[in-house]
């Protein structure tokens, strides 16, 4: 008897997660999944299954089969065999659409095949965001059991240079304008397929930072701003009122300090551009002594815990950590409020259902430090368009953490995203991460400290300090770099004293700067400034010496910075002139001495003295 057989083939995305399982009983029918995601022009994506069934016994055949959509609405359904439409019904239950697709004809012995063809439209797989086309292509459940599956993902060359791509691809060409990427089973069961094109990603930000000095005296307040890093370049356009200085701390993170009154309440506004790459770009190099900072156990990172120690020696390298990370820990969207309470490390072993991003990224930090990489804090803003959290972020500042650790072969920070990693179904932030992250704070030797924008509040009612949103890259993208001197008042037969400030007044910052000190265009000194933020100032003391006849004092100090230039007047007519009047009242007490010795010349007696040689002169 030849039995009939119904499938029901499961294509189900939760949490961006895609599950495609087969429900008939393995082995006796053998499927093998070819299936294309052709990107438009418009961002809609074709999704093209060819499958082949073949009969693996005698007295089996497929009727129909379902496929079950999860949180897809497609467009444009169609089904075929042969050139040939399939009959099809669409039922909606809640979130899953079911497509239920009859085989009108019955396909009966061992080794034959059935090829068909199902294909949708679906707008949600790209998505355009700000400067960049951004690409999610769930993975393949694991436990499928397709013989073969191999996928095929195609993008316009409209869209631009692949900003990033993870995981690689087992081939890649371009074809008929499109960039053609292709996978097979194996690659895309252990992740999903996670892409942007473009060359970077602009966010414009406007911050508000609410400050208050309770003292009695005029106070110094500093500020965290957010500052360059390897994945991001920043441009102020605007910071008001001016800080009198931003300086960058041991970490990275750039500092601006403004001087309070006396029970003064002020409001900082900053805002500009930030430009967000897809890889690290070469940046300044921590020092040795920085680097064993990001070594160290804290409150928050109990790295000489031996509960993080022996997780340490189990998960040794930061993939290993990561994978433990996200696998270990589940997301409590229930936590995600303002002010909620960080647990640290040790708390989330022990609460592993109660995490969010902080617990994810305390956990890695503290066992990569146990296990002797350096790793620290991100903390700032990420886009998302998840539902669960959009609606808070509009009226408070719900920010983002995620952690870094240092690649002592490629000698840069890497940016990694366990958090993300955990809640999008098997996209792997590891090896890539997106274009969507943009980092306010470094914490790396305090875990705490510097607090990131939308910390600075005033009152019990939160208010929302922090706007961010997808924009262009300025016009003006410059530093601009001045040299400012005040000479301080001569003082005779010390050395003459000048304060230079070399200072930015452009919208980005200058690296590697080498300001030359010359006496009369001879070199005497260089000094080196690693960074220079904007509104940054570095400042240091010059002095002139006096010298015997001005021989050593130069007549012109030039300064000179990048393609600035600066020249001061020295004091060296006033040293010649002190010299020379020096010279003078020298030589004339000499001179009158000498005569006076000689008697060639005689002090006029006061009449007192002389009364007192006439007395003498009697007496005798």
Same mark, same amino acid.
């Given at each position: 008897m030849?039995k009939k057989?119904?499938f029901?083939l ?6 961006n ?6 429900t ?11 299936v294309?995601y ?8 074709t ?13 089996l ?18 089904a075929?065999q042969?050139g040939?439409?399939?009959?099809f ?6 979130s899953k659409?079911?497509?239920?697709i009859?085989? &009108? ?5 061992k080794?034959?095949?059935r090829?068909f063809?199902?294909?949708?439209d679906?707008?949600t ?6 400067e960049?086309?951004e ?5 393949l459940?694991?436990?499928s059991?397709?013989?073969?599956y ?8 409209s869209?631009?240079d692949?900003?990033y791509?993870?995981?690689n &691809?087992?081939?890649?060409e371009?074809k008929?304008g499109?960039k053609?990427?292709?996978f097979?089973?194996e ?7 996670m ?5 970077f990603q602009?966010f ?6 609410h ?6 005296k ?18 102020f ?21 403004f001087?309070?009154?006396p029970?003064q309440?002020?409001?900082i506004k900053a ?10 770009r ?5 020092q040795?002594?920085a680097?064993e900072?990001?070594l ?10 031996p509960?993080?120690?022996?997780l340490?020696?189990?998960y040794k390298t930061?993939?290993e950590?990561y994978?433990f990370?996200v ?20 708390k989330a ?7 969010i991003?902080m617990?994810?990224?305390d ?13 620290r ?7 998302t368009?998840?539902?669960k959290?959009?609606p808070?972020s ?8 995620w952690?870094?650790?240092?690649d ?11 958090t ?11 090896n ?9 704070v ?5 875990p705490?400290? &510097?607090?990131?924008?939308g ?13 961010v949103?997808?924009g262009?890259?300025p016009?003006e ?8 001197s005040?000479?301080e ?6 050395p003459?004293?000048?304060l230079?400030?070399?200072?930015n007044?452009g919208?980005?910052?200058?690296y ?8 009369d265009?001879q070199?005497?000194e260089?000094?080196?400034?690693q960074a220079l &933020?904007?509104?940054g ?9 006096f010298?015997f006849?001005?021989?050593n004092?130069p007549?012109i100090i ?5 393609d600035?230039?600066?020249e001061i ?6 040293v010649?002139?002190?010299?020379l009047a ?10 009158l001495?000498v005569?006076l ?22 007496a005798h």
């Amino acid at each position: 008897m030849i039995k009939k057989f119904l499938f029901f083939l499961f294509s189900c995305i939760v949490l961006n997660s895609l599950f495609i399982i087969p429900t008939y009983a393995e082995g006796e029918f053998k499927t093998d999944v070819n299936v294309t995601y052709k990107v438009q022009e418009t961002g809609i994506t074709t999704v093209t299954n060819n499958i082949t069934l073949e009969n693996l016994f005698t007295n089996l055949y497929a009727t129909a089969y379902t496929l079950v959509l999860d949180n897809i609405k497609p467009t444009n359904l169609t089904a075929s065999q042969s050139g040939i439409t399939l009959p099809f019904q669409v039922k909606t239950e809640g979130s899953k659409t079911n497509i239920v697709i009859s085989f &009108p004809d019955a396909l009966v012995g061992k080794g034959n095949k059935r090829l068909f063809s199902v294909s949708y439209d679906d707008p949600t797989i790209a998505q355009r965001t700000g400067e960049v086309w951004e690409i999610s292509i769930p993975r393949l459940s694991s436990d499928s059991s397709f013989s073969s599956y191999n996928l095929s993902f195609l993008v316009p060359n409209s869209f631009g240079d692949e900003a990033y791509l993870s995981p690689n &691809p087992e081939k890649k060409e371009v074809k008929d304008g499109y960039k053609v990427y292709l996978f097979n089973k194996e690659s895309i069961s252990k992740t999903g397929i996670m892409a942007g094109f473009g060359k970077f990603q602009v966010f414009a930000f406007n911050l508000i930072y609410h400050l208050e000095n309770p003292l009695v005296k005029s106070a110094l307040i500093e500020i965290a701003l957010p500052p360059d890093t390897s994945l991001q370049k920043v441009y102020f356009s605007l910071i008001d009122p001016k800080p009198s200085n931003v300086r960058v701390d041991d970490d990275g993170n750039w500092l601006g300090t403004f001087t309070l009154a006396p029970r003064q309440r002020v409001d900082i506004k900053a805002g500009g551009s930030v430009q967000i790459f897809a890889g690290p770009r070469p940046y300044l190099t921590p020092q040795e002594l920085a680097l064993e900072s990001n070594l160290l156990a804290t409150d928050l990172w109990q790295a000489s815990d031996p509960v993080i120690l022996e997780l340490a020696h189990k998960y040794k390298t930061p993939r290993e950590i990561y994978n433990f990370v996200v696998n270990y820990l589940s997301y409590d969207f229930e936590r995600v409020k303002p002010n909620a309470v960080r647990l640290g490390a040790l708390k989330a072993i022990k609460n592993p259902k109660n995490a969010i991003c902080m617990e994810f990224t305390d956990l890695f930090i503290a066992i990569a430090r146990a296990a002797k990489i350096p790793a620290r804090e991100i903390n700032g803003f990420a886009y998302t368009e998840n539902l669960k959290i959009q609606p808070l972020s509009l009226v408070s500042d719900v920010l983002h953490s995620w952690p870094e650790y240092w690649d002592s072969n490629k000698k840069t920070w890497i940016s990694i995203d366990p958090t993300w990693g955990a809640t999008t179904g098997g996209i792997d932030y590891f090896n890539k991460l997106d274009l969507r992250h943009f980092a306010f704070v470094i914490h790396g030797v305090d875990p705490q400290k &510097p607090y990131p924008p939308g910390s600075y509040k005033l009152g019990p009612n939160p208010q929302k300090d922090v706007f961010v949103n997808f924009g262009q890259l300025p016009i003006e993208r410059n530093p601009k770099i001045k040299i400012v001197s005040e000479v301080e008042k001569f003082i005779p037969f010390t050395p003459q004293k000048i304060l230079v400030s070399i200072e930015n007044a452009g919208v980005a910052a200058s690296y590697n700067l080498t300001p030359q000190i010359f006496f009369d265009n001879q070199l005497v000194e260089s000094k080196n400034i690693q960074a220079l &933020p904007p509104y940054g100032k570095f400042s240091f003391a010059l002095k002139v010496p006096f010298s015997f006849l001005g021989r050593n004092t130069p007549n012109i100090i030039k300064i000179t910075v990048s393609d600035e230039k600066l020249e001061i007047q020295s004091a060296k007519s006033e040293v010649i002139i002190y010299n020379l009047a020096s010279i003078f009242l020298i030589s004339l007490i000499t001179t009158l001495g000498v005569l006076l010795k000689l008697g060639k010349i005689k002090i006029p007696m006061t009449r007192h003295n002389m009364i007192k040689f006439n007395k003498n002169e009697i007496a005798h």
